[in-house]
């Protein structure tokens, strides 16, 4: 009779035991995303598709009557891993990026949408040189230990214009696709 009981006890236990832990205690998805891509390197994720924040600028360092009408300007880059260098003919041992977005109001300049008005932004390459939009950038070479990080920076810039176009003060965003080509 006591073996009965002690192993209706143990049956009874573990019978409690498995049913706590069939309790949710937190669960959710992970979702796996990517494509393979024709080329000689992979493009780092965080740096696909990235977040740039060019702050909170005041109007007046974007007038044509401040020093020099732009914002501090802000370092962001393409990263590039397990490149693989070439020899021959067909090498691919270069790179250049071309951004395609709205105009802005200043030649080659990227547009802004939202409240905020009368400027641009004006992205520059490692160099300082403007990027024109929808226009190749200089060629970069490929670092030979595998990763290349191709260097830009961002600003914003007043597109001098006066009266009603002046600068309006609020918020913005904008948005630039990049296309790489290997040469």
Do not use: W
């Not at 498995?18 to 994720?45: K, R, Y």
């Not at 974007?62 to 962001?76: E, I, K, M, Q, Y």
Request: proline share 3%; net charge negative; aromatic share 6%.
């Amino acid at each position: 009779m006591k073996l009965n009981k002690i192993v209706l006890a143990v049956s009874l236990a573990f019978g409690v035991a498995s049913f706590a832990q069939a309790a949710d205690q937190g669960h959710g998805t992970i979702t796996f995303t990517g494509s393979i891509i024709d080329a000689p390197c992979s493009i780092a994720p965080e740096t696909a598709d990235q977040t740039v924040d060019l702050g909170q600028v005041a109007n007046t360092a974007l007038t044509a009557n401040s020093n020099t009408g732009t914002s501090v300007p802000r370092d962001f880059g393409i990263r590039l891993e397990k490149c693989s260098l070439a020899s021959g003919e067909d090498a691919k041992n270069t790179v250049t990026a071309t951004f395609t977005g709205q105009a802005g109001g200043t030649a080659g300049s990227l547009g802004l949408r939202g409240t905020a008005k009368g400027a641009s932004i004006v992205m520059a390459d490692a160099d300082g040189a403007a990027i024109t939009l929808g226009a190749a950038t200089a060629v970069q070479p490929l670092s030979a230990d595998g990763d290349t990080t191709l260097k830009f920076t961002a600003y914003l810039q007043g597109d001098g214009a006066s009266g009603a176009n002046a600068i309006v003060p609020g918020d913005f965003t904008s948005e630039v696709k990049f296309v790489l080509a290997y040469q």
